[in-house]
């Protein structure tokens, strides 16, 4: 069964205090790995989708990587901006995206 | 911010009473999905629409049902709503799906509480 698991919970960082999230999956034939930003009462919203171990993306403060297990997001220098819940998924059997639960992140000043 | 829209935002209804929440996309996307939001659960998927009346099922889809009678359009109904179906409902559209996933764009979502 396709698991994506997200680790942690929930995260307080100081402004400017860089660290990182992490998703780890197990799914037969990896085919994509997406990062979304959710605030809440909004939906969902793309920001990253890896296709290969070894490729990474950025974008502002942000820069997500894959390896062949897990991906990490890892925030450089946050602002109170970037306050979110950032979840993970990877595509599963047939059209499913299995979602993991999300780290929920606050970043204070 | 992709063209999705979802109607209505919020709703209260009661139990047994039917429901149908509507997601209307402007970006002639060929798949759209239904999911649901819970504390601890994550997303998870309803049901989905790969073109004008196919649909298939998600992993949650008891009680739900769909229909796609034009692109942009993709209706959720509850047949008899129930308190377990109380949960946050995302639309998503997307392009297509191949040998690499399509990415998936979402809506802002509808609160739904059964009573």
Known sequence: EDQVT????????????????????????????????????????????????????????????LT???SFLHITAPKPEDSATYLCAVPGGGNKLTFGTGTQLKVEL | DAGITQSPRHKVTETGTP???????????????????????????????YGVKD???????D???????????????????????????FCAISEGQGALFGTQYFGPGTRLTVL
């Open chain 2, 63 to 89: 009680g739900y049902s769909v229909s796609r009678s034009k692109t942009e359009d993709f209706l959720l109904t509850l047949e008899s709503a129930t308190s377990s179906q109380t949960s946050v409902y």
């Open chain 2, 19 to 49: 429901v149908t929440l509507r997601c209307h996309q402007t970006e002639n996307h060929r798949y759209m999905y239904w999911y649901r939001q819970d504390p601890g659960h994550g997303l998870r998927l309803i049901h989905y629409s």
């Open chain 1, 6 to 65: 997200q680790s942690p919970e929930a995260l307080r960082l100081q402004e400017g205090e860089s660290s990182s999230l992490n998703c780890s999956y197990t799914v037969s034939g990896l085919r994509g790995l997406f990062w979304y930003r959710q605030d809440p009462g909004k939906g969902p919203e793309f920001l990253f989708t890896l296709y290969s171990a070894g490729e990474e993306k950025e974008k502002e403060r942000l820069k997500a990587t």
């Open chain 2, 55 to 61: 649909t298939d099922k998600g992993e949650v889809s």
């Open chain 1, 68 to 70: 062949k297990k897990e």
